[in-house]
């Protein structure tokens, strides 16, 4: 298996485990973004014990950079902020599209920031990739808006833009610092931001129940922790906008997850939809720069 390879498998791995964050947040017994920051600081201890086991030069680099890392676990807090945020405000269908081009803003940063050079593959792989990614989010639409749909819609776009910032920061430095080290900054810089917006909020920190305090540790340790890890760990390998696309397994991962735990119907377009992610992310994965 060449290095490649197995970086494709690690962001799409990242990817799979991202699709239980929905399902993990439709469960909390605590607010959205209250949510969020357990998530961050459950994620905590797992990526310091890893970080701790970098070599020191490692650590070292981490932490010359430690501003512009803590720059992007905020973009990473606000994007899970408004995503939540836009799940209260419009359908879960149209905050899950929406929040889901982040894949086509990171690219384009990739072709015109980073110089990417990309195949012809790519461009037939990434609008296949999408188009299924519109079908499976159709399929699982809810009906009804909430009173400021347009103003959710809004905040779920804006989302996909800070996801977008922070993965292209997230691949420029994870090729210069180990991704433990990188981690362990972000996702402390994303736990303050998260705790800023349960105060803002108003929302109740703690909950009520074991299983409650099970669902925040999960959505830490194998989300978080596992999810983004592995997303971080592919991203210094692979050109962004390759890289990105694959993200679209997550809407995959999310609805085969729900069909499992809550019985959600799997229609013939969802599954229409998740073979076009599929099919459009192996032609992705072919593509070279």
């Keep these: 298996m060449t290095e490649r390879?197995?970086?494709?498998?690690?962001?799409?791995?990242?990817?799979?485990?991202?699709?239980?964050?929905?399902?993990?947040?439709?469960?909390?017994?605590?607010?959205?973004?209250?949510?969020?920051?357990?998530?961050?600081?459950f994620a905590l201890p797992v990526v310091l014990a890893l970080a701790a086991?970098?070599?020191?030069?490692g650590r070292a680099a981490a932490l010359a950079r430690a501003p512009i890392l803590g720059v992007a676990g905020f973009l990473f807090a606000l994007d899970i902020a408004f995503w939540h945020a836009s799940l209260t405000m419009t359908t879960v269908a149209n905050a899950t599209l929406l929040s889901n081009m982040t894949p086509i803003l990171a690219?384009?940063?990739?072709?015109?920031?980073?110089?990417?050079?990309?195949?012809?593959?790519f461009?037939?792989?990434?609008?296949?990739?999408?188009?299924?990614?519109?079908?499976?989010t159709?399929?699982?639409?809810?009906s009804g808006h909430g009173q400021e749909?347009?103003?959710?819609?809004?905040?779920?776009?804006?989302?996909?833009?800070?996801?977008?910032a922070y993965l292209i920061l997230v691949a420029r430095y994870r090729r210069d610092v180990p991704v433990w080290p990188l981690m362990a900054i972000t996702t402390a810089a994303s736990a303050a931001t998260a705790l800023g917006a349960s105060f803002i909020t108003g929302e109740t920190l703690w909950p009520q129940t074991a299983s409650g305090w099970l669902i925040l540790i999960g959505l830490g340790v194998v989300v978080h922790g596992g999810g983004q890890?592995?997303?971080?760990?592919?991203?210094?390998?692979?050109?962004?906008?390759?890289?990105t696309v694959v993200l679209w397994v997550q809407p995959v991962a999310a609805a085969a997850a729900s069909w499992m735990l809550f019985g959600e119907t799997m229609g013939p377009?969802?599954?229409?939809?998740?073979?076009?992610?599929?099919?459009?992310?192996?032609?992705?994965?072919?593509?070279?720069?």
Aim: net charge positive.
């Design 123 to 136: 461009w037939l792989g990434a609008p296949v990739a999408l188009l299924g990614a519109v079908l499976l």
């Design 229 to 243: 890890g592995f997303i971080a760990m592919g991203l210094g390998r692979l050109p962004i906008a390759l890289s």
């Design 149 to 164: 749909g347009f103003a959710g819609e809004a905040v779920a776009l804006i989302s996909a833009v800070w996801y977008a």
């Design 138 to 142: 159709l399929a699982r639409a809810q």
């Design 107 to 121: 690219a384009l940063a990739g072709l015109f920031w980073f110089r990417e050079k990309i195949a012809a593959s």
């Design 53 to 57: 086991l970098t070599p020191p030069a």
């Design 5 to 41: 390879t197995r970086a494709i498998l690690c962001v799409a791995l990242g990817a799979a485990l991202l699709g239980f964050a929905p399902i993990g947040l439709r469960l909390s017994e605590v607010g959205p973004q209250a949510t969020a920051f357990w998530r961050f600081v």
């Design 269 to 289: 377009l969802a599954l229409a939809g998740g073979a076009l992610v599929l099919g459009g992310v192996y032609l992705v994965q072919r593509a070279r720069a």
